[in-house]
């Protein structure tokens, strides 16, 4: 019972807790703010903040959960974050060690939640501005991050290629959208930030991009997933590329003049 | 010596800490990020920084020093956090117990200092514009904070008055300056929000406001201190309000489109 188009974040949440949804969440319940997640003990709550205030680009807070409570009171209340994200990743000291549906075997009362603004709210904006984009890629990069206590790593990035007008279009969109990562960090080149189109995060390879089009380049939520690698974090639950969590908040909550 | 406008961070810092500048920071290196102080131990960091991000508009952070660091590497690397500011309170126990110029003999090597992009920073580009301000007042309002773990408490907010014109004018300016509060987030009747103009935080008590003129409000970064009071907080240090950390970030880094 796969809908093409879900309006309400609830009934979206809804059908991915019982697994009546299990695709990417893109152009899901438009105009809605949709979330990386990362989910912490507390004793990693102060360095992973402070990381995410040094590389606020890659990821701009929407909410951070009491430690053990499950629900997103603020931007989703009646939501559960061990079950409502499509897929989760388990991270065990730096390597990947599983994927999961639900998390609940997981959850523990010193976990925190922290919910990252992410470039698929504002993917049915560029649609509505009429932009064609291609699909999503997500790209390790070369950049680095500012490390915060043990938190250290390369660049994530969202690339999506579209005309050059059209790319012109979505720089002014999303520059007003600081909350979901703002304007992108790179145009052109892949090659300038050491993006790897090879072996992508997310999206299949990709050859080259057309030459009629250009690539932009968002900071993503991502981030803190190579992180994890990169400084061997003891333990890290995260959503999965493309599968985000959907919130009950308006993006036009989080829009700039 | 108290020179008339500095135009350079370091100079001014310099100043302040030989005792040479005593006065407000109003004004002063214009074009450069002013921030305002909070000092905390680690074990407070996680629920303070969760505190920032529940009221953005009052505590946009621009650094969050290493622990027992008083250098903030990032935003005035070489500045010491214990000597640079003019005035700091001291808070124990929900009390304010000192206001010092210099709190090396109080510091440990697990104080952070949290640097809150203020409002100080946006005045040079309203006077830049032509708007003719009234001085700044720092006042306690009724509204309500976010809490965070153990923080809670009234929102501070620094009000200004001007023309109806220059108000307009001024909502548009600081609008693009999310990091420095953004827009106001009242206009007009000071009793709406509670505003105590009888006992200001900051400036003398107010018998009114000129009926011709148009009171804004920004959120503060005073309000840390309130919660310190209400909340109790055991241990505290901020500046005094007016006596903003001045930075060598430029404004213009921090401005959206």
Do not use: K
């Not at 698929?120 to 509505?128: G, K, M």
Request: proline share 11%; charged share 20%.
């Amino acid at each position: 019972m796969q809908t093409e188009r879900f309006t309400d974040p609830a009934a979206l949440r809804r059908a991915i807790r019982q697994g009546a949804w299990t695709r990417p969440t893109r152009l899901q319940a438009p105009g809605h703010v949709q979330c990386s997640v990362v989910i912490l003990p507390r004793t990693a709550g102060f360095d992973f903040l402070r990381y995410c205030q040094r590389n606020a680009r890659a990821c701009p807070l929407i909410e951070v959960t009491e430690p053990g409570d499950p629900e997103p009171r603020m931007s989703a209340p009646g939501a559960d974050i061990r079950t409502d994200v499509g897929r989760y990743a388990v991270y065990r000291n730096g390597a990947q060690i599983d994927e999961l549906s639900d998390i609940r075997p997981l959850w523990r009362d010193d976990l925190v939640a922290f919910l990252i603004g992410s470039s698929l709210s504002f993917d049915p904006l560029l649609e509505a501005a009429g932009i064609e984009s291609s699909p999503v890629w997500v790209l390790e990069t070369r950049l680095p991050t500012v490390p915060a206590g043990g938190f250290h790593g390369p660049l994530a990035v969202t690339m999506r290629w579209m005309t050059p007008a059209d790319a012109i279009s979505a720089i002014q969109i999303t520059g007003r959208l600081p909350g979901f990562h703002g304007a992108p960090i790179h145009l052109g080149d892949p090659a300038r930030i050491g993006a790897n189109l090879a072996a992508p995060l997310h999206g299949p390879p990709v050859r080259e991009i057309p030459p009629d089009r250009t690539a932009l380049y968002w900071a993503c939520g991502v981030t803190p997933q190579r992180a994890a690698i990169a400084s061997a974090t003891p333990f890290m639950i995260t959503h999965v590329p493309g599968h985000g969590f959907v919130t009950d908040l308006r993006i036009e909550q989080f829009a700039m003049p």
